[in-house]
């Protein structure tokens, strides 16, 4: 994780690939029989995840598509805690979210 962080920072662009991939390793983590974060490597892994949500939070303003505004919030919902909300935006597209909106 904090290598795909460091690639992104040095890429200078906006990609969506970055948020999404760290979004769906992040969610398959605390699925089935996938192991924890090694003790060693804790500090790393999640400081990798705060600073791409930090990078996301300003790059979110000058993205304008609409899958990578979601990857990018999935992020920032991931660093906040909020992983059901991160499935939602990272796991559907803006036409299944409406649907699913609407039975609400």
Known sequence: MPWLIH???TAGAIDWNTYAIVAIIE???SKGLNPD???WLESDYFGAIRELAEIGATEILRADDPDTIRAMLSVLALERGLREHAK????YSEDEVIAIASQI
């Open 7 to 9: 690639l992104h920072r």
């Open 88 to 91: 939602l935006l990272i796991g």
């Open 37 to 39: 974060v090694p003790a």
């Open 27 to 29: 969610l398959a983590r």
